[in-house]
């Protein structure tokens, strides 16, 4: 029997539909939580070419929701175990892997090669870069977020509003995963949800999750849902740029502390404290790079500079994905 018939019988799916998921490029943005669910829902249903994206390694205090991944792969590359359990489940794909992280630099090669892309990043500085790459190039963006007992997903660019329509200010909290902690099945029920849109985009289905936001409450068991199709882009943004984009014309800034990075982003940075960069400024000619471990520092600083001085500002992540 065609490992596809159960989908096929869908009015949704079909040939015609199969035969679009079996040419389509997915461009997966982080192989952790997020991934776990929706990768075996992307190879098991057909697509034909994911593209895996991940510097990380499995970690055993992130088993618990990055269920792809066993104790054995402690320590191996996320983005190849991932890979591999795609290929397992499905040998007629093509599983492609990047070994490295997001960036400002890579992003538009990247975004370029694919038909559709999944954020999962869970960090700020690759949800934004994703999502001002794929309004760049029209191309579709499936974003998802998940913090403590809560979480959401939204179906971005490829003609609806970016993510900075929705979002267009500085997180209110730097907490991660890590840091304030979550529950693997809401994780779950996110990325499922992920893949669900994902192929809806690729199979046509109406009404599109294009423009579409789905919030989940799991302490509640409550969930919102709005479109967002009228919701207008912000007049200005700031930018995330790479390390690599830097000058020595640039007034660049480690906001960092010597002891949580004893190497600045660049040789030419100084170190200057969040509250004190406003005593510094430069002529408006000159633009300021203002750098921290996720942007999110970054971001908060450039807002206030932002009421008092007219030149450019773009942050810069040091671990973007």
């Not at 400002?104 to 934004?128: Q, T």
């Not at 002891?259 to 404290?273: C, V």
């Amino acid at each position: 029997m065609n490992r596809y018939a159960r989908q096929m019988i869908l009015p949704q799916v079909g040939t015609q539909g199969q035969d679009r998921l079996s040419r389509a490029r997915v461009l997966v943005v982080g192989c952790g939580g997020l991934a776990a669910p929706a990768l075996p829902l992307l190879a098991g249903a057909g697509v034909g070419h994911l593209l895996l994206l991940d510097a990380d390694v499995v970690a055993l205090s992130n088993l618990h929701r990055q269920t792809l991944f066993t104790e054995a792969d402690c320590d191996a590359s996320k983005a190849e175990v991932a890979a591999g359990r795609c290929r397992a489940i499905n040998s007629e794909i093509t599983v492609e892997v990047r070994k490295q992280a997001l960036t400002p630099a890579n992003v538009a090669e990247l975004v370029a090669k694919a038909d559709l892309v999944l954020d999962c990043a869970d960090s700020y500085a690759a949800s934004y870069t994703l999502s001002d790459e794929c309004l760049k190039q029209g191309k579709p963006l499936i974003s998802a977020s998940v913090l403590g007992l809560g979480g959401y997903v939204g179906g971005f660019c490829g003609g609806a509003p970016s993510l900075r329509a929705i979002f267009p200010e500085a997180p209110d909290s730097g907490a991660s995963c890590a840091t304030a902690g979550v529950l693997g099945p809401v994780v779950g029920m996110i990325g499922a949800l992920q893949a669900q849109m994902a192929l809806a985009v690729l199979l046509g289905m109406a009404p599109s999750p294009l423009g579409q936001m789905v919030q989940f409450d799991a302490q509640t068991y409550r969930s919102t849902a709005f479109r967002f199709e009228g919701a207008p882009e912000p007049e200005t943004a700031l930018r995330f740029a790479a390390p690599s984009e830097l000058t020595d014309q640039d007034m660049i800034v480690e906001l960092r502390g010597a002891e949580e990075a004893p190497e600045p982003i660049h040789a030419s940075a100084n170190r200057i404290l969040p509250e004190e960069v406003q005593n510094h400024l430069p002529t408006p000619e000159t633009r300021i790079a203002l750098c921290c471990a996720t942007g999110l520092r970054a971001w908060r600083t450039a807002e206030r500079i932002q009421q008092i001085w007219p030149g450019e500002i773009v942050l810069v992540a040091a671990a973007t994905s």
